[in-house]
């Protein structure tokens, strides 16, 4: 056993390459450990337990699916698998819904092609919390796999716990003002679990649906299915050909969105969350708390303290939003990277659900993407947001974060460093609350540096400065 690779859970799930660390028997062990947790913790009531398994597009992701429901069923629990890709926000509706004790999902959301991935959803219908995957971690290993032959699966539930989504999600969205605005709108779906399906709740009226990337490519069209500027061209070309006022986006498991505006340019977090968080409060007449991640925009806080509601900021990773969502009356938690869960719901992301919300805060305003974002900026400030990613392994990306923690820079790009912030990487505040921050993924050998500043040409200085000390120190 020893000899075996270690399992690491990351920001959202365990992750890894297909037929390198993702293989089958390592598939396994983790299933058995998860078995394990649940075993651990099953009522004495409940001599056998639901547990809710399903998938995404990618490649095998129906076979591992399988291998998984083998395990569970072998471990004494009753299982209800999916006979098709569903989006994660789906699934995580389901487990709540059928009150399982917890599900799988077995994909690996935005990462590249070749990763697969092993997501649990806690019975509240959201991530699970750290202190969970931590536990099924610590188990990994301590009981020999088991495995049988699956001769029952209780599946028959899932097509009327996906109905209750559906009237969930219409009782949420006011689609009657949406499919009769004599409106185009772009759906793209990145040939991810997504599909057709928010196109599904738009049709009907006058509004004009049109999807693309809907069908299913393991390799996702030669790009990432992460819903950002640089994986967006055919979104852009095809909101600009068609004259649509907006285009959306859904992420290789549909849990985060991405937006584009009527000019095909790309709308970031940045830009999204705050116009939904006005949309809420404004049109809707919402109350409750706002949660940022470590590296959401500067504005979420700002239109926070103008209407006096409590803000949060947490480590990046949408579990430690849901985890608020639990304890908290919270009205909206993002992340930067397309993650958002609002008041109403289950405390998971949702880019089905947000997709349409966002597509209501336009149609509703009756102004193009492009007029919103240049209210927003009026009334609480110009921020300007930027990402960039280089490859660097884990170990020496924490290896710099550690440094830079010790050691910090008194300037970046000529800009004096008014804070300094370690909540989760390192976040260096100038004195117009423009900021950078350094941070390694979690998920994959990636290191991130963001950063928001009053103008484009200063975010791209920040960068670009960041991107120059990082490589200087790989």
């Known amino acids: 056993m020893n000899s075996q690779p270690p399992i690491r859970f990351g920001t959202d799930g365990w992750r890894a390459v297909i037929a390198e660390e993702f293989t089958f028997a390592n598939l396994e062990r983790v299933a058995q450990a998860f078995a394990d947790h649940l075993a651990a913790n099953r009522s004495e009531s409940s001599a056998s337990q639901l547990v809710i398994v399903g998938y995404d597009c990618r490649f095998l992701s ?9 395990v569970l069923v072998a471990n004494g629990n009753r299982i209800a698998i999916f006979d098709g890709p569903q989006p994660t926000p789906v699934i995580s509706w389901v487990v709540k819904d059928l009150g399982a004790a917890g599900g799988v999902v077995i994909t690996a959301s935005h990462n590249p092609a070749e990763f697969n991935g092993f997501k649990i959803k806690a019975p509240w219908g959201g991530s699970a919390a750290p ?6 971690e610590r188990l990994v290993d301590k009981t020999p796999p088991r495995r049988v032959g699956i001769h029952t699966n209780e599946n028959e539930m899932l097509a009327t716990a996906i109905g209750t989504y559906r009237n969930q999600v219409s ?3 006011d689609l009657d003002r949406l499919r009769h605005s004599r409106q185009k709108v772009v759906v793209d779906s990145m040939h991810g679990s997504g599909g057709r399906w928010i196109e599904s709740f738009l049709s009907g009226g006058e509004l004009q649906v049109e999807t693309i990337r809907a069908t299913r490519d393991p390799l996702f069209g030669g790009v990432n299915p992460e819903p950002i500027d640089r994986n967006l061209g055919a979104l852009k070309q095809r909101v600009v050909e068609g004259n649509a006022l907006v285009g959306v986006a859904t992420d290789g498991d549909a849990d985060r969105v991405g937006a584009v505006n009527e000019r095909g340019m790309t709308m970031t977090m940045h830009d999204v ?6 949309h809420l409060v404004r049109v809707r007449g919402m109350k ?4 940022g991640t470590f590296s959401q925009s500067v504005l979420l806080r700002r239109i926070a303290s103008a209407y006096h509601l409590p803000f949060y900021e947490t480590p ?3 579990k430690y939003v849901a985890d608020l969502m639990l304890k908290e009356d919270v009205l909206i938690g993002a992340e930067e990277s397309g993650g958002i869960g609002v008041k109403g719901h289950i405390p998971e992301r949702d880019g089905i659900l947000n997709s349409l919300l966002f ?17 927003l900026h009026r009334e609480f400030g110009e921020f300007y947001f930027g990402r960039g990613d280089l490859h660097v392994e884990v170990e020496q990306g924490q290896r710099l974060i550690a440094r830079l923690n010790v050691d910090p820079p008194s300037d970046i790009a000529g800009y004096p460093i008014a804070t300094v912030k370690p909540l989760d990487g390192i976040k260096l505040t100038l004195e117009d609350e423009s900021w950078l921050l350094f941070r390694q993924s979690g998920t994959e050998p990636v290191f991130r540096i963001y950063a928001e500043a009053t103008s484009p040409e200063k975010t791209q200085a920040l960068l670009s400065t960041a991107e120059e000390l990082v490589r200087s120190a790989a």
């Open 62 to 70: 129906e076979r591992f699916a399988q291998r998984v429901a083998e």
């Open 288 to 291: 409750g708390s706002v949660v």
């Open 131 to 136: 202190e969970t995957t931590s536990a099924v």
């Open 171 to 173: 009782s949420y969205i």
């Open 316 to 318: 990046i990773g949408f």
């Open 359 to 375: 597509l209501e805060t336009i149609v509703i305003a009756e102004k193009t993407p492009s007029e919103m974002l240049s209210d």
């Open 273 to 278: 969350v705050p116009l939904i968080l006005l």
